[in-house]
C-alpha cells in the first residue's frame, strides 16, 4: 500500500477546532505555512505543498473555519477572524516564524496576521489576492464568486453528478484524479444523497466582510439596514495594511481571463499600489494562467520562482 506523504490532526484552538495536514520534510527550521482560498479547503493546496517538497521543509496546510473537516460555527467570518486563528495555530504548533504561501483570500488573511503579528512571517507567497480594487471590479468579481459557489446548498444523489457540475464549470479546463481529490474533500453523505460541506451561511458572512453578499437581496438589504457599517467596510477594504508586511513578499497575479476580458483579480493600478506600498517585494506576472489554474493544474514559472524565493 502506497504511503501517504502527509500526516492529518485536529488542532484545538479558544473557540474552533481545525483541521491540519503536515507534509514533512528533512527538517523542521522554518516551515511553511499553506493558506487556501475563499471556498477552497487544505485540499486545494496540495498541489502546491507537493511542489514545495523540494526545499526539505515542514509544510503545513489547513481548512479555515467553516470549511472541510473544521468546525463550522455560525456568527462573524473575515480577514480578522482567520488571522486570529491563524496566530492560535502557529503558536500551538509551536512553529516560530513561518513562511506563508496564500491563495485569493488566504492573502487578505496573510495582510490580517501582519498588521498585529509581523513577527511570526519570515517569508510571503501573495498569490492572486489582496488587491484594493474599483468598485465596478469588485462587483464583477463579486459576480464571479457567486458563479464559483453554485455548487453549495444543493444536493446530488450520486458522486458523479457533483463531478459532472464541476466539469461544466467555466473555470474548470482539465479534469484529473487531482482535481477530483480537491472536490471529493468537500462532500458530504447525507440521507438525501450527497452535498457540498461548505455551509451557505458561511459563505454568506465572509462576504457580508467584504462588502458582499451572496445575493443582491441581502447586499441592498445590508446596505439600507445599516449603511455606516457598509461604508465603514468599504472604507477598510481600501485601506489594507501593506506597510505591515515587512517581511520578503513575492506577489504573484494571473492575468488570463478568468470569464472575460479585463476580469483578472489583481488589476495594473492595484498592482502597482501593491509593490509601492509593500517595503520588500518583488513581482511575477503569470500570463497563461487565471485565477484558478496555477492552483489546480501543474505551473512550472511559478513552482520554480516559489522555491528560488523561499529557499
Given at each position: 500500500?502506497?504511503?501517504?506523504?502527509?500526516?492529518?490532526?485536529?488542532?484545538?484552538?479558544?473557540?474552533v477546532k481545525?483541521?491540519?495536514?503536515?507534509?514533512?520534510?528533512k527538517?523542521?527550521?522554518?516551515?511553511?505555512?499553506?493558506i487556501?482560498?475563499?471556498?477552497?479547503?487544505?485540499?486545494f493546496?496540495?498541489?502546491?505543498?507537493?511542489?514545495?517538497?523540494?526545499?526539505?521543509r515542514?509544510?503545513?496546510?489547513?481548512?479555515?473555519r467553516?470549511?472541510?473537516?473544521?468546525?463550522k460555527?455560525?456568527?462573524?467570518?473575515?480577514p480578522e477572524?482567520?488571522?486570529?486563528?491563524?496566530?492560535q495555530?502557529?503558536?500551538?504548533?509551536?512553529?516560530?516564524?513561518?513562511?506563508i504561501?496564500?491563495?485569493?483570500?488566504?492573502?487578505w488573511?496573510c495582510?490580517?496576521?501582519?498588521?498585529?503579528?509581523?513577527?511570526?512571517?519570515?517569508?510571503?507567497?501573495?498569490?492572486?489576492?489582496?488587491a484594493?480594487?474599483?468598485?465596478?471590479?469588485?462587483?464583477?468579481?463579486?459576480?464571479?464568486?457567486?458563479?464559483?459557489?453554485?455548487?453549495i446548498?444543493?444536493?446530488?444523489?450520486?458522486?458523479?453528478?457533483?463531478?459532472?457540475e464541476?466539469?461544466?464549470?467555466?473555470?474548470?479546463?482539465?479534469?484529473?484524479?487531482?482535481i477530483?481529490?480537491?472536490?471529493?474533500?468537500e462532500?458530504e453523505?447525507?440521507?438525501?444523497?450527497?452535498?457540498?460541506?461548505?455551509?451557505?451561511?458561511?459563505?454568506?458572512?465572509?462576504?457580508?466582510?467584504?462588502?458582499?453578499?451572496?445575493?443582491?437581496r441581502?447586499?441592498?438589504?445590508?446596505?439600507?439596514?445599516?449603511p455606516?457599517?457598509?461604508?465603514?467596510?468599504?472604507?477598510?477594504?481600501?485601506?489594507?495594511?501593506?506597510?505591515?508586511?515587512?517581511?520578503?513578499?513575492?506577489?504573484v497575479r494571473?492575468?488570463?481571463?478568468n470569464?472575460?476580458?479585463?476580469?483578472?483579480?489583481?488589476?495594473?493600478?492595484?498592482?502597482?499600489?501593491?509593490?509601492?506600498?509593500?517595503?520588500?517585494?518583488?513581482?511575477?506576472?503569470?500570463?497563461?494562467?487565471?485565477h484558478?489554474?496555477?492552483?489546480?493544474?501543474d505551473?512550472?514559472?511559478?513552482?520554480?520562482?516559489?522555491?528560488?524565493?523561499?529557499?
Amino acid at each position: 500500500m502506497k504511503t501517504k506523504p502527509f500526516q492529518e490532526l485536529y488542532l484545538t484552538l479558544e473557540n474552533v477546532k481545525l483541521r491540519f495536514r503536515k507534509y514533512p520534510g528533512k527538517t523542521s527550521k522554518n516551515p511553511i505555512l499553506l493558506i487556501h482560498g475563499l471556498s477552497g479547503n487544505l485540499q486545494f493546496m496540495h498541489r502546491i505543498a507537493t511542489a514545495l517538497a523540494p526545499l526539505g521543509r515542514d509544510v503545513y496546510s489547513y481548512d479555515l473555519r467553516g470549511r472541510g473537516k473544521s468546525d463550522k460555527p455560525e456568527g462573524i467570518y473575515g480577514p480578522e477572524i482567520h488571522a486570529e486563528d491563524l496566530k492560535q495555530s502557529i503558536e500551538a504548533l509551536k512553529l516560530g516564524a513561518v513562511s506563508i504561501v496564500a491563495h485569493s483570500l488566504g492573502c487578505w488573511i496573510c495582510l490580517a496576521l501582519a498588521e498585529k503579528n509581523a513577527n511570526l512571517i519570515s517569508k510571503s507567497v501573495l498569490l492572486d489576492g489582496g488587491a484594493v480594487q474599483p468598485i465596478l471590479r469588485k462587483w464583477r468579481n463579486l459576480q464571479m464568486v457567486r458563479l464559483s459557489l453554485t455548487r453549495i446548498g444543493r444536493f446530488f444523489s450520486q458522486k458523479a453528478d457533483y463531478f459532472q457540475e464541476i466539469q461544466d464549470s467555466p473555470f474548470i479546463s482539465a479534469w484529473n484524479d487531482s482535481i477530483e481529490q480537491m472536490f471529493a474533500y468537500e462532500l458530504e453523505k447525507t440521507e438525501k444523497g450527497y452535498t457540498c460541506s461548505l455551509p451557505s451561511y458561511v459563505m454568506e458572512a465572509e462576504l457580508n466582510a467584504l462588502g458582499g453578499s451572496l445575493t443582491n437581496r441581502t447586499l441592498v438589504k445590508n446596505i439600507f439596514v445599516s449603511p455606516s457599517e457598509f461604508l465603514n467596510k468599504l472604507k477598510k477594504n481600501k485601506n489594507l495594511p501593506y506597510s505591515k508586511l515587512t517581511c520578503p513578499t513575492l506577489l504573484v497575479r494571473a492575468l488570463r481571463e478568468n470569464l472575460s476580458p479585463s476580469d483578472e483579480m489583481i488589476p495594473d493600478p492595484s498592482y502597482q499600489r501593491m509593490l509601492s506600498e509593500i517595503p520588500n517585494v518583488r513581482g511575477l506576472t503569470l500570463h497563461e494562467c487565471n485565477h484558478y489554474q496555477f492552483i489546480i493544474e501543474d505551473c512550472p514559472v511559478l513552482d520554480r520562482e516559489m522555491i528560488y524565493f523561499l529557499r
